[in-house]
């Protein structure tokens, strides 16, 4: 305790309540129906999203809406100790609470017997992917026209130094004492995935919560932003 913060200041310089610089780029594949990059304090993302379209073996299709699955996984480079390829348990879980966030805003009962594939490839990773993989799934979404109630957002809190503080980098997630990543429908302020390491009081709890729906409404501003900027683009061309 007392190495993460000082003078009210965190060990990059950022305030509490200050977000790592973020910047999100829609439509960056040419092969996808719909793509995002997103790059987070050390973290870099992408996203490519394919559908609706048949899901095949037939046997896993639902007559009645289409499936989303959302596929996170980290690059063997993307980490200090090389990551062993493939899916591990970390990568299941977040795939699977993904999927389940953002299929929570999908129209799915519009295409029945479909499937939504999203894939989040993790090309650097420094605490945080699995907001900045929602964060960048939900852009590809979008440029993939998707019909959706809201556009997803997310960003975590957490605590470090007894502090509640936003966007836990690396090292403040490692020896912090609470991480806490949510996901939100930024209009409605639902919230579609809350997740938590370690511990927090519930008073702690409630400031943690309040100023990581504050942290994805700004991530909410910057993503359609960048949907504004892919679609002025295509305009102009
Ligand atoms: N990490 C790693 N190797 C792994 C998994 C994670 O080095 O196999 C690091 C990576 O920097 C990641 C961080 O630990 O961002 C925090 O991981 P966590 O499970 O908390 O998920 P995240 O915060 O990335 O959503």
């Known amino acids: 305790m007392g190495e993460l913060i000082k003078d009210g200041l965190r060990i990059d310089g950022r305030k509490p309540d200050e977000l790592r610089p973020i910047k999100i780029e829609a439509g960056v594949l040419y092969r996808a129906d719909g793509s ?15 559908g609706p379209r048949e899901l095949l073996p037939k046997h896993m299709q639902d007559p009645t809406k289409a499936v989303v699955n959302a596929r996170y996984n980290m690059a063997s480079f993307s980490v200090e100790d090389r990551k062993r390829p493939g899916p591990d348990r970390r990568s299941i879980e977040i795939s699977k609470v993904t999927s389940e966030a953002l299929e929570s805003v999908i129209f799915t009962e519009l295409f029945p017997r479909a499937v ?16 900045a993989g929602i964060t960048a799934a939900a852009v590809a979404l979008a440029d993939a026209g998707i019909p959706m109630r809201d556009i997803p957002a997310a960003c975590a809190a957490g605590k470090v130094d007894g502090q509640v503080v936003l ?9 912090g004492e609470a991480d806490l990543p949510i996901a939100i429908a930024p209009r409605t302020e639902e919230i579609l995935l809350l997740q938590m390491d370690g511990h927090l009081t519930y ?18 501003k910057l993503q359609k932003e960048a949907l504004r900027r892919k679609y002025k683009k295509v305009e102009e061309e």
Do not use: P
């Not at 995002?36 to 394919?50: M, R």
């Open 36 to 50: 995002a990059y997103v790059e987070w304090g050390g973290n870099k993302v992408l996203a490519a999203v394919y």
């Open 167 to 175: 966007d836990l980098r690396k090292e403040e997630d490692q020896e």
């Open 116 to 131: 939504i594939d999203i894939n989040i490839e993790i090309l650097d990773a420094e605490a945080g992917t699995r907001c």
């Open 203 to 220: 008073k702690e709890f409630e400031e943690a919560l309040e100023l990581a729906i504050k942290g994805s409404k700004y991530v909410s």
